[in-house]
């Protein structure tokens, strides 16, 4: 007996790993658990970017539910993600709040010149900090903060037309019938 | 052109496999000696087309030929030429196949140092290397084309990882593959073994040199790695317990505890099942740790290029290796213990001990790689456990390791003399308090840890030298350090650095976020620190932000240190650190970002005393490797004649 222990412990290892994969096939690796969700959005000042004298606070944000998107003038994929913002997202009424991302606000500027600005609101997080606070480790990367300032939602990666629709659309319908 | 063919040679290499693998296994099952002597000639045709493909995958990124499509997502135009090599293995496709070329120059080597041995014996070694390299060719044929085609051709390719666009990184996977596929001998003699059903004392005292020459590239690889993710990476530190470096880590701990329980295999017969078990264990967490870095299934920082149908394949091949090699164990293992018999003091009782806890030390760090795994198996949710848990438990199964390491040598086989080891110790052990107790007094803000560090790495140093000096007066001349002995000595000294080392940084290192402003200065760890401000830099193929900060000591320069935020060809963004080395201390500055209109940056500033020490405890493990792998005694002896245990003259007490 001693000696199928090791090959029956092999066999457990096995059938863990193979249960890996499995879950790795119906999830996405990005998938990860954000410890932010239903959590309140962490306290951040930062910024506009046409007008950095003046700085928008989460406190300023409270009152109406908002999709803070992080993007940089620097990120490929945020380029591809810019035209589903433009057609797909932005038309759904929600207020749009670009957070520029380790980016220079000379370089953001340009950019959203040549393609266009889908954002109410854009604030400028050059040092990154602000990113840190909210654990963004890639960019594109979206936050939906709801009217008491709580996350409901998050996305890492670019938003998709599927995402939108499984994912995105639902949790505005949630904060639509939990609005009074 | 060239492409195809080098593709053509790795289906040849796959069919040349397959035979490798079962005429030499009949061969030696039916006692044919012609299918026996097959066996050599085929491994090396196969290894001839393995290094054509490599050699064309090679050719094909030094020509920047981006019609091949892995050269063209790994390679740029502007990639300076000495990283086109380490391109060849900067993902996944070419470090498999760089994996099989060292498979296969295992296996030659093999197949040409031990003529002495019996063909029959070989035959199954051979054999078995054949069906790895089998797997792993069509692993790769199947999943993982490096010579795939991406027509038409690319203008430009994508470039390397900036993170691994650096000269420590030519060599760390090369050794560390070299030391993960080492251990296939080990593994592939422990079958042969088995399949043979006689595990004799001569095939052991083969098998040592090999397994002490794979555990050596092992360490230098982890070390090499350490020291890359150390002065890369930007964060300072020098090993995170990610799920790549636990990889690593596994077949390391399981490979130490294999190469002590080979000496006792070889010397005095025991230990048979605990060998063999290591052997297979050692090599199958090589493969696991492939397995957890390719399939994508536990996400990490190093983020390689992971795949869940890959991961498929490989866990297939993991539980056809494994579960078969563990099958065959407890079908055959040896039914006695064998071996001489020894009381509870004695070397094999620690030896014992060292298995224990080593193997403990691998499970342990298995169980928390697959933590998050677990977590999702029951339901709970993905969880990770962090430094806390390996570091703590770590040092709980490493303290009897190091406490009883310097009594080792001093131990006798069988039966050990108590008192003459205390009294032979007693200095180390005095001098390793009293050091602890007198850095209390000459650092008084020294942590625990720190003073602990101290004493530890003097207890084990110390105790090392004393034994050192033993053999000089007891041994006589010309036997004194065989270079297995000085191996053993070299190796342990190692250990003794590398805890100086680590408990010493850990303890005491200052580790500072700060905001420089133009011409600033700020004191931090007794250095005084001035920032000149930051310049554009242009290099091969990228952009950078250059800082530049004085590093002074007492009014006296100490160095001026350019760290960069370097902009590649491929868009990605790359922070260089730039450290100040030191054998007592290293200054480590790495550029964050600029911070506020005045030409303000934010500076991250390490002081680090005696980080150095931990890869040259490494390096002296690895030097002791190599050296006892040289000792004659592993080749003199006629294996052919069969002698049964080696004798005690022959054995250094």
Known sequence: MSRLLPLLVFLALCALLGFGIRWNMHHEPSEVPSPLIDKPAPEFTLPFLYDPAKTLARADLLGKPYLLNVFGSWCATCQEEHPILTAQIKPLGIVLVGLDWKDAPEDARRWLARFGNPYDSVITDESGRAGIDFGVYMAPESFLVDARGVIRYKRIGMFTPETIENELKPKLAELAKAAP | ?653
């Open chain 2, 1 to 653: 052109m060239l492409p195809e063919l080098g593709q053509f040679a790795l289906i040849l290499a796959l069919l040349l496999a397959f035979v490798q693998c079962v005429l030499p296994l009949c061969g030696a099952w039916r006692g044919n000696s012609a299918l026996i002597a097959c066996a050599r000639p085929i491994a090396a045709g196969q290894c001839v087309f393995v290094v054509l493909a490599f050699g064309i995958l090679t050719y094909a990124f030094l020509t920047q030929d981006f019609s091949v499509a892995y050269v063209a997502q790994n390679s740029n135009s502007a990639l300076p030429w000495y990283y086109r090599f380490p391109a060849v293995w900067g993902a996944h496709e070419g470090s498999l196949l760089l994996w099989i070329l060292i498979l296969n120059v295992w296996t030659v080597a093999v197949a040409a140092f031990s003529r002495r041995l019996p063909d029959e014996f070989m035959a199954r070694v051979i054999g078995v290397l054949g069906f790895v390299a089998f797997g792993f060719l069509l692993f790769t044929i199947l999943t993982s084309n490096p010579f795939a085609r991406h027509l038409p051709a690319l203008a430009d390719g994508n470039d390397l990882n900036p993170i691994l666009q650096d000269p420590g990184l030519i060599m760390h996977p090369p050794m560390l593959y070299t030391g993960y596929v080492g251990f296939s001998v080990a593994f592939a003699f422990a079958i042969a073994a088995l399949l043979g059903g006689e595990l004799d004392v001569a095939s052991v005292r083969w098998a040592r040199p090999w397994t002490n020459v794979a555990w050596a590239f092992l360490t230098l690889g982890i070390t090499l790695g350490s020291w890359w993710a150390y002065y890369v990476l930007g964060w300072g530190g020098w090993w995170f317990w990610d799920p790549v470096e636990n990889a690593s880590f596994m077949p390391w701990l399981v490979g130490t505890a294999l190469i002590h329980s080979q000496a006792v295999t070889e010397k005095r017969g025991g230990f048979r099942a605990w060998t063999l078990l290591l052997s297979i264990f050692a090599f199958s967490l090589s493969l696991l740790g492939t397995f957890l870095v390719r399939s994508g299934v536990l996400t990490s920082v190093h983020a390689f290029a992971s795949d869940p149908r890959r991961g498929m394949f490989i866990l297939v091949f993991l539980g056809v290796v494994v579960g078969g090699s563990l099958l065959i164990y407890a079908l055959r293992a040896p039914k006695v213990a064998g071996g001489k018999p020894f009381n509870l003091l004695s070397r094999e009782t620690l030896l014992l001990v060292n298995n224990l806890m080593f193997t403990c030390a691998a499970a342990m760090v298995l169980l928390g790689t697959l933590y998050p795994l677990i977590g999702d198996a029951l339901g709970v949710g993905r969880i990770s456990v962090g430094p806390p848990y390996f570091g703590f438990m770590f040092v709980l199964l490493m303290l009897p390791v190091v406490l009883l390491m310097p009594l080792g040598p001093f131990f006798r086989w069988a039966a050990a003399d108590w008192r003459a080891t205390w009294r032979a110790l007693r200095p180390a052990l005095v001098l390793a308090i009293v050091a602890g107790i007198a850095a209390k007094f000459v650092a008084p803000e020294t942590p625990l840890r720190g003073l602990a560090g101290v004493a530890a790495a003097l207890w084990v140093g110390i105790g090392i030298a004393l034994y050192a000096l033993k053999r000089w007066r007891d041994a006589p001349r010309g036997q004194r350090y065989t270079p297995e002995m000085f191996g053993m000595i070299a190796a342990h000294f190692g250990v003794a650095l590398f805890l100086a080392g680590v408990l010493i940084t850990e303890a005491t290192s200052v580790e500072r976020d700060l905001r420089f402003s133009r011409d600033e200065s700020q004191r931090i760890g007794g250095l005084d620190f001035r920032f000149r401000g930051v310049e554009r830099a242009q290099g091969p193929n990228y952009l950078a932000d250059e800082g530049t900060l004085e590093v002074r000591s007492d009014d006296r320069l100490v160095a001026t240190l350019h760290p960069q935020k370097r902009q590649y060809a491929g868009r990605q963004m790359q922070s260089k650190s730039d450290i100040d080395p030191g054998l007592f201390r290293d200054v480590y500055v790495a550029l964050g970002e600029p911070s506020g209109a005045d030409g303000a940056w934010a500076v991250r500033v390490y002081v680090k005393p005696f980080v150095r020490w931990i890869w040259l405890g490494g390096l002296l493990m690895m030097c002791g490797g190599f050296t006892a792998a040289c000792d004659r005694r592993f080749r003199a002896l006629p294996a052919r004649e069969g002698e049964p245990v080696a004798t005690a003259a022959q054995v250094p007490a």
